[in-house]
């Protein structure tokens, strides 16, 4: 999956801009100017989809990006994490089983799969191929 989501720019009364996010009604900012509004996004999504995990529910797929929609996604590691936590919810692995599977300790996987916890992005790769699962980074132009 990939963890970008489209996002609504709307002026409000001041002439700054509020961003929404129609996938995750959670992430909702706003910036002075356009990049403002999208760098606040980018945080804002971050935090809502980490909620997400924390309440141990199923993260949204994004929909179509359509015309006037911007795309945002959340930083590499939260992406990992992210699909880390999806692919260990789809296939019922507990943490032990995956510290077990990577000979590390649970509390190393807690944090592995925290998407509010600095990791190394090797390490999160490595969890992902111990699910059967691999990081793909795509860039495109912005």
């Not at 970008?4 to 700054?16: H, I, R, S, V």
């Not at 994004?62 to 590691?77: K, N, Y």
């Not at 077990?100 to 190394?120: C, F, M, Q, T």
């Amino acid at each position: 999956m990939i963890y970008a989501y489209p996002c609504n720019l709307t002026p409000d009364e001041d002439g700054a801009l509020v961003v929404t996010f129609p996938d995750v009604p959670e992430a909702i900012t706003g910036g002075k100017n356009r990049s403002q509004a999208l760098e606040m996004a980018e945080d804002s999504l971050a935090t809502a989809l980490a909620a997400y995990v924390h309440e141990k529910r199923e993260i949204p797929v994004p929909s179509a990006l359509v015309e006037g929609q911007e795309l945002v996604a959340v930083a590499t590691v939260v992406a990992a994490k992210l699909a880390l936590y999806s692919a260990m919810r789809a296939q019922r692995i507990t943490k032990v089983e995956l510290a077990g599977r990577l000979g590390i300790s649970e509390s190393a996987v807690r944090k592995l799969a925290n998407p509010d916890h600095r990791s190394h992005i090797t390490q999160v790769q490595k969890a992902l191929r111990a699910v059967g699962h691999s990081l793909v980074i795509e860039v495109i132009a912005a």
